[in-house]
């Protein structure tokens, strides 16, 4: 007997402390934030975030890919996100890809408009079998011209002439060889960079003892590339003519990234073929979410495996565009009913299985802000895995509404 009533007092304690517990008011704590608006996107009954349905989905999920390369990485460059990876941290020979670095720091030394007159050490000799802009000892051209050359038809020549003229930019009138002081600073930008699995011995990018990066540490260059207008111009150019300053010799180029001229959307970056790499491919591309960068190294068609891993890319994946003409119109409805929105624009990547499980719910701060002030955050789930939680900020002068009332619509 005495043990019932002994359970029964103990049940009837518990019962109590979870009422106080429940009410913040009486203990004298106040909930930070009320929740506000819970929703789905695109819908279905919230608190069943797996379903049979979504089992099958996931076994409709496309496989990863099979690709010859021997080294490759797919990645979301505006969500920053890893869609796929085979052996991405390999050190291999980078080839022609290395002239990316050698255009940054080219960039970062030189304008445009620079005269630079080509020296015989820099033109391209037959015996080397290189890639060529053509040029010839003592002709006078800009650096927007070798920048075209190197980004192009791959120029060795435009990028050992670039490299001595930067250079000598770095010496300064000092004594030294510019193209040593030029390989020292690109392994300085490497070394900023944090980049482990890379490591260059000339500008040009031809197999070398000691010549190595990565699939990885070729996205993050390109991606620094990318960042510079004149760099994306010039590496999205399709053909292009240009001439010596006194209009002596024309050079006509065409790009030799083939998805150029194939695929919608692909704005660059670099080809590289070597013996000690086989064939690569830095490659850019406009997606549903902003760029999509994909590298691959070691390949025996880097065409044909951009390929592959773009078109899987695209069926594996879906992108949520929020803010500033984001996508999700519900959510934005409920944003505009409670004053607030996002003051960034922010994309969630979710696997194609995964996608219809995307829902959200608005945590608002108690009391109204200033349009500059916080008001909380979105918390955006996918099934029970936690996604992204992206702050929401106030767009209308502070209301007398009570806390948690949507502000009243303005004519």
Known sequence: MWAGQWARGTRALATLLLVFAALPGL??????????????????????????????????????PTIGARSAIVWDATAGVELFSKAPDERIPPASTTKMLTAIVGLDLLKLDTRITVDPRDISLPEYDESSMNLAAGDLVTFEDLLFGMLLV???????????????????????????????????????????NTHFINPHGDDASGQYSSARDLLRIADEALKRPD???????????????DGGRSFAMENSNKLLFQRA?????????????????VTAQWGPGGRILT????????????????????????????????????LNAALARWGVTFRDRRAIVLQTWEAPS???????ERGLGAPSEPRGEVLFMAGTREVLRLP????????????????????
């Open 265 to 281: 959307g692909v704005h660059g970056v670099k080809t590289g073929t070597t013996d000690g790499c086989g064939q690569c491919l």
């Open 358 to 364: 995307l829902r959200y719910r608005l945590l608002l």
């Open 392 to 411: 929401v900020y106030a767009i209308a002068p502070a209301e007398t509404n009570a806390p948690g009332t949507p502000i009243p619509a303005r004519p």
């Open 231 to 245: 760099f994306a111009r010039v590496a999205a150019t399709t053909t292009a003519t240009r001439r010596t300053v």
């Open 27 to 64: 203990t004298g704590f106040a909930p930070p934030r009320i929740t506000a608006e819970p929703g789905l996107l695109p819908g279905g009954p919230e608190g069943t975030p797996f379903t049979l349905s979504d089992l099958a989905l996931l076994r409709s999920q496309p496989t990863a």
């Open 154 to 196: 791959s120029g060795g020549d435009a990028a050992r002439t670039t490299a001595r003229a930067a250079g000598t930019v770095l010496l300064a009138g000092t004594p030294g060889d510019p193209i040593a002081r030029f390989m020292r600073e690109m392994n300085d930008r490497v070394a900023k960079m944090g980049l482990a």
């Open 295 to 330: 590298v691959v190294l070691g390949s025996p068609d880097r065409v044909a495996d951009t390929t592959i891993l773009l078109d899987w890319t695209n069926a594996a994946y879906r992108w949520f565009i929020l803010g500033q003409g984001g996508e999700l119109s519900g």
